[in-house]
Every structure is written in structure tokens, then in C-alpha cells.
């Protein structure tokens, strides 16, 4: 099995992924975040209205939006991260656009892993550092936009 089928059945077994989160994302284990697909070009992420997500206007929190959109796109950089030698990824910038009240479960799909593994790949030949711009959209279960993160991830292979 290959690096990258390992590390996809590692996070898409529920309890696994749970463990994770709650060692390494505790914010987002208490949010209720769920990884509900991830392939090597796309990663799909839930988040949930509720008492620990919503804000005082009775939808989801901005940041706990901008959580599960971030967790889409870096699940897939760090599955693309553990298919080769070592690489840092790291966020470097953030933008959101909010089109409606975030209420319901939120489904935020970034289909981003191809432009991820090219630019790993060019760091890991060349040594130097590439950035991604990865767009993650948020749609509510009527299949309406509620949000739209660009998030710049930055990519440098370890020497």
C-alpha cells in the first residue's frame, strides 16, 4: 500500500481520525468537524451548527467556519506531505468572503490536491519553497454558498 492510500485509510476510519483530532486538533474534535471524503484531488469537510460553534447571532462562528475550510484544504496537504520526503507546509495567508447566515451543517469541499502535489513536487526537485492558493467553499444543505476561504499554503521540502 502506498504512502498516500495508507495515510487516506488512516483518516477516514472515524475513530482514527477522532484520535487524531482530539491529540492534535482539539478545537476542531470539539466542533464536530468530519472529514467526509478525501481523494488525492478533493477533500470534503463538515462542520455543524451548534451550542460550541454559534455566535451570539445564532450562526456558526467565523473562525469555526474558517476551521473546517482550512481542515479541507490541509488534510489534503498533509496527505500529499506523506508521499515523498519531508516537506513543512505551513498557512501564510487567509481570505473569506460570507454570502449567507451559516446554520445547519456546512459542507466545505476543496478541490485543490492536485495544485498541492505539483507544488510539493516542484519544491522537492528544486529545494526552494511554492505556495498554493486553495479554495474551499462552504454550502448549506439546500446547496447554497455560505462561504468562500482562500487559503495561501506554503510548501518547502526539507533538506
Not at 481520525?17 to 464536530?32: C, D, I, Q
Not at 484531488?41 to 469555526?64: D, G, M
Not at 520526503?85 to 445547519?104: I, R
Not at 528544486?126 to 510548501?155: K, M, N, P, Q
Given at each position: ?31 464536530g ?12 469537510v463538515?462542520?455543524?451548527f451548534k ?33 515523498g ?7 501564510v ?67
Amino acid at each position: 500500500m502506498d504512502q498516500i492510500a495508507a495515510f487516506r485509510q488512516q483518516v477516514l476510519t472515524p475513530w482514527k481520525l477522532r484520535v487524531f483530532m482530539l491529540r492534535r486538533l482539539p478545537m476542531a474534535w470539539l466542533a464536530g468537524l468530519r472529514l467526509r471524503e478525501l481523494t488525492p484531488q478533493r477533500a470534503v469537510v463538515t462542520i455543524p451548527f451548534k451550542y460550541l460553534t454559534q455566535n451570539p447571532f445564532r450562526s456558526i462562528y467565523f473562525a469555526c467556519l474558517a476551521m473546517a475550510a482550512e481542515l479541507a484544504s490541509g488534510i489534503q496537504a498533509m496527505m500529499h506531505v506523506q508521499a515523498g520526503t519531508p516537506a513543512s507546509m505551513l498557512v501564510v495567508g487567509l481570505e473569506a468572503e460570507f454570502m449567507k447566515k451559516a446554520v445547519g451543517l456546512i459542507t466545505f469541499t476543496c478541490p485543490d490536491g492536485p495544485q498541492i502535489a505539483q507544488a510539493l513536487a516542484e519544491s522537492r526537485a528544486t529545494g526552494e519553497g511554492r505556495s498554493v492558493l486553495c479554495t474551499s467553499t462552504g454550502v448549506d444543505a439546500a446547496g447554497d454558498v455560505v462561504a468562500v476561504f482562500r487559503i495561501r499554503w506554503s510548501f518547502k521540502a526539507k533538506q
